[in-house]
Each structure stands twice: as C-alpha cells, then as structure tokens.
C-alpha cells in the first residue's frame, strides 16, 4: 500500500469563472493592496451555486417529503457531503439523458454491491468535467439525471450525489428549456432552440420526459402522476429538476460541477470524499473545496494533473488537460447520419 494522498476535485474559482447561463459574473475588488496597506484583502460578490459548490434542501423546494420545511444549509449534519464514496463512470451519449438502468450497469461493471451504498457518496463521472467552459457544450449539451436517477439514489439510500456537470439535472430538465417560471428555451448550436433540435436528435417522445404538459398529452395524466406524482404532492413541478428534489426531499444533498482531477480516481474503488460548505445560517448551498483521500497506489495512472484556461483562452487545447466542445457537438450532431 502506497501512502495517503489528496486528489483535488475542484474548478477553481475566479472572476472569469464560467457560470450558469443567468448567474451574475463574480465581482472581486481589492478592499486593501500590499503596495498601499501592507495587507491584501478582496471583497467578494457572487452566486454561491457557482462553480464547484454544495446544494442544501431549501435551494429547490419548500418542503420536503416528509412534510417538514425544506433544510437550509445549517441544518444539514456537518458531513453531509463527507464519507466514503466511489466513483461511477457513466457511458452515455452527448445530451442523454441517464436513467437508473445506466447506474445499474454502472454498478454491475464495477463491482458495485448496491446494498453497500447507504450512507455512502456516489460521484458520477459522465465526462462533461473535461468540457468545463463558458460553453453551449458544457450548459446547453450536457448528459444529466432526471427522475428515475432520483429515485434510484433514494432507493439505494445514498446520503450525497457529486455530479461533474453543470447540474444535478439534465439541461432540459433546467429553466433552459420551459421548466420553472424563468423558462428560457435558449437558443442551441445550430440557431434553433434547444426544444427543436432535442426533438430533430431524439423524437418527440424523448422530448416529453422533460415538459410537464408534452407528457400528459402524449402518456395521460395518470402515467404522469405515477412518474412525477410524489412531486407535485409536495407543491413542486415535476419536470423541473426533479432528480434535485427526489434527492434533497429526501436529505440527500448533492455537489454540482464537480472537477479538477477527477480522471485520477478509479471507478468502483472506494475512497475518502472531502467537501464542507459554509456553515452558513438559512443558506440554500455554498461554494466548497472537493478532495479525494486515497491511497496514492489506486490513483489512475498517466492522467495528467488538470490545468485551466477559462473563457475560452485554452478551451480544448491538449495543454489545458480538457476536451473538444466543438467535437463534442459534432459526436451529438452526427449522431443520425
């Protein structure tokens, strides 16, 4: 056995951090400068869901399935988002969307005991921290979870979700199609909208796992209700981020864009999770510092450590450790052809 080591899993934070489509740009100003005060200090103003950070319960719902008032960040126990966990590497295609059968599969090519994962930490490696980037790849194209990952990480009774991409939940399942009262169907890659270019990749019928309305019309109000029923039980919309509200209505907290060297950490090999947010009074999530203690012998070998070079100033190029968007894109786009 090798000696301990920490594998850091965390984008680093700047101002020119990308950032969900509407969350404001941080602002970093110098109160004082060595040069002046003999001290630096900086004041900082931003979102705290902004690059690697913690959800707490309250983020996303009022209440939760038990009926209590959903938890703010200070009510959660201090290790919810630390303890053992294991890494699953998801085989998905560009924009799918992934299922409890893709994290079965996951756990069978593992060797994953899903009897062994309560009270666990899952940290799901889909590839999409390789695209981290002010990007329509990264936001608009990302594979995300949706209901029935939910449901699956209620069921296995996991206590926290790391996910490497720009949400607990598919995009689709985001305000970036017609979810929530923000609903900004945003424009895609090819100057159609999102909606239209999922349903020309997809069908119609994929499309409806997405909206409210397209899959009552297309399935009835009863399939709909034993779907997303339990949600819009407790005053939620059940397509909009759903897997956000299956786990934090049920206690289970979860880390969004999850990153750094995040390759290094083998799949099905179980390690130390470290993440702890602001121990923040009424907060709805907190920025954090992921890490991952684990005997140096297990780490994957030949990964380069990962570098950064935000807004598009190193996007893809082999010296930034990251991947194509644009190949992304093109994997997404030709996939019919």
């Not at 009510?75 to 924009?95: C, H, N, R």
């Not at 399935?219 to 509200?245: M, N, R, S, V």
């Not at 935000?310 to 644009?326: D, I, Q, V």
Request: net charge negative.
């Amino acid at each position: 056995m090798g000696k301990t080591v920490f594998v850091d899993l965390t984008h680093p934070f700047s101002a020119e951090i990308p950032r969900w489509p509407y969350f404001d740009k941080p602002d970093i100003v110098g109160a004082h400068s060595m040069a002046k005060g003999g001290v630096l200090t900086q004041r900082i103003t931003c979102t705290m869901h902004t690059g690697t950070h913690c959800d707490a319960p309250r983020h996303v719902m009022e209440y939760e399935f038990d009926g209590r008032r959903a938890r703010y960040s200070h009510e959660m126990p201090i290790d919810a988002y630390t303890g053992q966990a294991v890494v699953l590497k998801i085989d998905i295609e560009p924009w799918g969307l992934i299922t409890d059968k893709h994290l079965d599969a996951a756990c069978e090519k593992y060797g994953i005991n899903q009897a062994d994962l309560e009270g666990k930490i899952i940290c799901l490696n889909t590839g999409m921290h390789r695209l981290f980037d002010d990007s329509k790849a990264y936001y608009h194209y990302a594979a995300g979870t949706g209901v029935e990952a939910g449901k699956w990480f209620v069921k296995n009774k996991v206590k926290c979700v790391a996910m490497d991409g720009q949400a607990l939940d598919h995009p689709l399942h985001t305000a970036m199609s017609l979810n929530g009262m923000t609903r900004m169907d945003l424009l895609g890659a090819t100057g159609d909208t999102l909606i239209n270019e999922y349903k020309k990749l997809f069908g119609e019928e994929a499309w409806a796992e997405f909206d409210k309305f397209d899959y009552i019309r297309l399935h009835g109000q009863e399939a709909y209700d034993e779907k997303f029923g339990d949600l819009e039980a407790i005053g939620c919309w059940g397509t909009w981020e759903p897997c956000h509200k299956q786990m934090l209505g049920h206690g289970i907290v979860g880390v969004e864009n999850l990153g750094g060297d995040l390759d290094m950490i083998p799949p099905g090999v179980w390690f130390r999770f470290n993440c702890f947010p602001l121990r923040w009074y009424m907060g709805d999530g907190s920025m954090a510092r992921c890490s991952a203690e684990i005997d140096e012998d297990l780490l994957v070998k030949g990964v380069p450590e990962r570098t950064y070079k935000y807004c598009g100033t190193g996007y893809g190029e082999p010296e930034g450790n990251g991947a194509s968007g644009l190949e992304y894109m093109q994997k997404l786009f030709n996939r019919n052809k």
